[in-house]
Antibody, heavy 123, light 106 residues
Framework: QLQLQGSGPGLVKPSETLSLTCTVS??????????WGWIRQPPGKGLEWIGN???????YLNPSLKSRITISVDTSKNQFSLKLRSVTAADTAVYYC???????????????WGQGTLVTVSS | SYELTQPPSVSVSPGQTGTITCSAD??????ASWYQQKPGQSPVLVIY???KRPSGIPERFSGSNSGNTATLAISGTQALDEADYFC?????????FGGGTKLTVL
């Protein structure tokens, strides 16, 4: 059974960098046909896609966040990571790591979600 | 940027069919997916590629997509179906979500 486990600090100071890692178990991150990604949800609000990465390192990023984010993959550890720079209170959210299917049919959709990590930006 | 519009709330009586819409320009030309999210939980995929159900999702969940509107229908709605529902599609290599609809089972 595929599982995604996000980890990282729950509190980040304004202007600093938010760093999260997602560990994948039950499947190889090298599995063909899947992207791995991050989605966030501010408290009481909707879902916002952050970006996706393939095992090769190929990335797709949300244009509104692109200048501040880096997504990377470590296939040897079956992990992928998110860095979000220069955070503000508006970046406070639950951050979900996800697997995205459907890439061969122009229908990307996140089919597996991690449990979510609440990250609060506050001094 | 491509935007998906959902009604903020929908109410349905137990046992009846609840429908949630998701609208955007020519949405029917793309695939739509739907997610159920209960309080304090991660979203769960209930419909993908317009009308397909993942393993483990009850048959009472169905989806369609045509023209400018994708629709999620829940037949024989139960109290446990009360949740937030989000539609999603893919546009120019970006993942797009609707704002979400709170389904209340009265």
């Amino acid at each position: 059974q595929l599982q995604l486990q996000g980890s990282g600090p729950g509190l980040v100071k304004p202007s600093e960098t938010l760093s999260l890692t997602c560990t994948v178990s039950g499947a190889s991150i090298r599995s063909s046909g899947y992207y791995w990604g991050w989605i966030r949800q501010p408290p009481g609000k909707g879902l916002e896609w952050i970006g996706n990465i393939y095992s090769s390192g190929d990335t797709y990023l949300n244009p509104s966040l692109k200048s501040r984010i880096t997504i990377s993959v470590d296939t040897s550890k079956n992990q992928f990571s998110l860095k979000l720079r220069s955070v503000t209170a508006a970046d406070t959210a639950v951050y979900y790591c996800t697997r995205h299917a459907g890439i061969y049919s122009s229908s990307w959709y996140p089919d597996y979600w991690g449990q979510g990590t609440l990250v609060t930006v506050s001094s | 940027s491509y935007e998906l519009t959902q009604p903020p709330s929908v109410s349905v009586s137990p046992g009846q069919t609840g429908t949630i819409t998701c609208s955007a320009d020519k949405l029917g030309d793309r695939y739509a997916s739907w997610y159920q999210q209960k309080p304090g939980q991660s979203p769960v995929l209930v419909i993908y590629q317009d009308s397909k159900r993942p393993s483990g999702i009850p048959e009472r969940f169905s989806g369609s997509n045509s023209g400018n509107t994708a629709t999620l229908a829940i037949s024989g709605t139960q109290a446990l179906d009360e949740a937030d529902y989000f539609c999603q599609t893919w546009d120019s290599s970006t993942v797009v979500f609707g704002g979400g609809t709170k389904l209340t089972v009265l």
